[in-house]
């Protein structure tokens, strides 16, 4: 357990351990149960239940007709909104690399 929680980056006590060492134990104990299972009449899925994933269009629809009304930083269809980071960040992040050549 110790091996599991240094490569965790967590320090953990002596009676954290023990008690996460049991823990661990059962949920693997837990696994190897389902693993003597025979699965071989169950058919893979990614969903518990029969589920159709639907898609719509991108589009602008009645819903953003009304937004300029409410919401005055509306701007060519996006939000416009109060600068977040700070421009010398940014400015850092934008600046072109040097390659390693020159």
Known sequence: MRKLGTLARLALSDDEVERFGKQTGRIIGYFQSLKALDL???EPTAHVIDIECWRRPDEPG??????PDLFPYL???Y???PRVIDEA????R???TESADE
């Not at 960040?89 to 850092?92: E, F, G, L, M, R």
């Open 40 to 42: 071989s009449a169950v």
């Open 62 to 67: 009645e819903t953003l007709k009304c937004l």
């Open 75 to 77: 701007k060519y269809g």
């Open 79 to 81: 939000f416009q909104v």
């Open 89 to 92: 960040v940014d400015k850092h």
């Open 94 to 96: 934008r600046a072109p």
